[in-house]
């Protein structure tokens, strides 16, 4: 089973709501992913967290804050986005860092 | 730093006939994963095809196969039998081993006309 699970699949949020994805997995894999997708181009890493540890974070500004809680799941916190941020938010998770990401169906994100 | 090219923007192909994707990279590692990812219109990315870099055989999986060519470091994808369920976005991808970063290409889009 590679299943990730992503919730909500689409959020509508005004730029001064506070909001969370969420991302599960129950595979047993240490290293979890966020990634954003605008259209018609290839996801852009944003967090990667190993063993619950935040690992990377791409400079991305402060607005999104991500969360582990556990190994199996994935918060990504936002709060005060501006419009440019809509897109489609991946969650990817993999073994160990390095080894084959495994993608959720994403969230489709619109700020308005 | 490493560089994953796809030289096709947009294909098509008939149904039931054979396509290939091309896809390119830089690195200087002799250690890596290269991979293909499907992103059809649902917009889930969904893994194709995997192959090691340390392995001379090239990857198979059902209708679809890779031409790995490591000196030439260039990693083609040929569909087979092509279904309408084909149509999507193909991602190239690479990635070191132990790596935190996924490289990807710009993609891309196969239509797969009945």
């Known amino acids: 089973d590679t299943e990730v699970t992503q919730t909500p699949k689409h959020l509508v949020m005004g730029m001064t709501n506070k909001k969370s994805l969420k991302c599960e997995q129950h595979?047993?894999?240490?290293?979890m992913y966020w990634y954003k997708q605008k259209a018609k181009k290839p996801p852009e890493l944003m967090f990667v967290?190993?063993?619950?540890?935040?690992?990377i974070n791409e400079s991305v500004p402060s607005r999104f804050s991500p969360e582990c809680p556990n190994s199996s799941l994935l918060n990504l916190h936002l709060h005060a986005l501006q419009p440019e941020d809509s897109a489609l938010y991946l969650c990817?998770?993999?073994?160990?860092?390095?080894?084959?990401?495994?993608f959720g169906p994403g969230t489709r994100l619109l700020v308005l | 730093a490493q560089t994953v090219t796809q030289s096709q923007p947009e294909m098509s192909v008939q149904e039931a006939e054979t396509v290939t994707l091309s896809c390119t990279y830089d690195t200087s590692e002799s250690n890596y994963y290269l991979f293909w990812y499907k992103q059809p219109p649902s917009r889930q990315m969904i893994l194709v095809i995997r192959q090691e870099a340390y392995k001379q055989q090239n990857a198979t999986e059902n209708r679809f196969s890779v031409n790995f060519q490591k000196a030439a470091k260039s990693f083609s994808l040929k569909i087979s039998d092509s279904q309408l369920g084909d149509t999507a976005m193909y991602f190239c991808?690479?990635?070191?081993?132990?790596?935190?970063?996924?490289?990807f290409g710009t993609g891309t889009r196969l239509t797969v006309i009945p």
């Open positions: 967290y190993s063993y619950e540890k935040l690992s």
């Open positions: 991808a690479f990635s070191k081993t132990g790596a935190n970063n996924l490289f």
């Open positions: 595979m047993g894999h240490r290293a």
């Open positions: 990817a998770s993999g073994i160990r860092l390095g080894e084959t990401q495994y």
